[in-house]
Nanobody
Framework: QVQLVESGGGLVQPGGSLRLSCAASGSIFSIYEMGWYRQAAGKQRELVARITRSGSTNYADSVKGRFTISRDNVRALSLQMNSLKPEDTAVYYC?????????WGQGTQVTVSS
């Protein structure tokens, strides 16, 4: 059974920073992409950032220059979020893709508010 566990969410003031982490356990083979998605209230889930096995990264335009995705090891992923804005408020989900499966974490809430 594959399990992804996110941590690091919380309440932060505009302009502040948070670091999200995701740890994977279970039998996962041939991971080719890991990423972070988010879903704000009343909106669809959207891509925030992703990183491939080769290290290539891709960011949503709204977070470029503020967020940095990194792969800490083969089963751990981080998202450094700086200069946070109220519009970054959402539930953030960790995602791992293999050639035959897609895995999601349970999500962690990020709230940016003064």
């Amino acid at each position: 059974q594959v399990q992804l566990v996110e941590s690091g969410g919380g309440l932060v003031q505009p302009g502040g920073s948070l670091r999200l982490s995701c740890a994977a356990s279970g039998s996962i083979f041939s991971i080719y992409e890991m990423g972070w998605y988010r879903q704000a209230a009343g909106k669809q889930r959207e891509l925030v950032a992703r990183i491939t096995r080769s290290g290539s990264t891709n960011y949503a335009d709204s977070v470029k220059g503020r967020f940095t995705i990194s792969r800490d090891n083969v089963r751990a992923l981080s998202l450094q979020m700086n200069s946070l804005k109220p519009e970054d408020t959402a539930v953030y989900y960790c995602n791992i893709n293999t050639p035959s499966s897609v895995h999601w974490g349970q999500g962690t809430q990020v709230t940016v508010s003064s």
